[in-house]
């Protein structure tokens, strides 16, 4: 059973960094595309970045290009990103997508989904 548990959201205030972490179990080779989504209460799912295998191909939304940093180390089985400069605009429940095969944006491309992880941004 592969299992996607995304950590380290939290409070932060505007301008601030976090660091969303998201272990893979349960799978014992790379998945082709893991992406970060992220969606407020009311509102659809929506892209934040993705990296391809071995993160030689990255993507990211125009709202986060510049501030946010996708990266996975499949050794680990472990996604990551890198939030800097934080906004209001960026709270939301952050959530970790894993593709066997598609590289995409959409929520329809992903096979496996984490839990999410909340990131609260407020002074």
């Known amino acids: 059973q592969v299992q996607l548990v995304e950590t380290g959201g939290g409070l932060v205030q505007p301008g601030g960094s976090l660091r969303l972490s998201c272990a893979v179990s349960?799978?014992?080779?790379?998945?082709?595309?893991m992406s970060w989504f992220r969606q407020v209460p009311g509102k659809e799912r929506e892209f934040v970045a993705a990296?391809?295998?071995?993160?030689?191909?990255?993507k990211y939304a125009e709202s986060v290009k510049g501030r946010f940093t996708i990266s996975r180390d499949d050794a680990k089985n472990t996604l990551y990103l890198q939030m800097n400069s934080l906004k209001p605009e960026d709270m939301a429940v952050y959530y970790c997508?894993?593709?066997?095969?598609?590289?995409?944006?959409?929520?329809?491309?992903?096979?496996?989904w984490g839990q999410g992880t909340q990131v609260t941004v407020s002074s």
């Open positions: 997508a894993a593709s066997r095969s598609t590289w995409g944006i959409r929520v329809a491309d992903y096979d496996y």
């Open positions: 349960g799978r014992t080779f790379s998945f082709n595309t």
């Open positions: 990296a391809s295998l071995s993160g030689s191909i990255t």
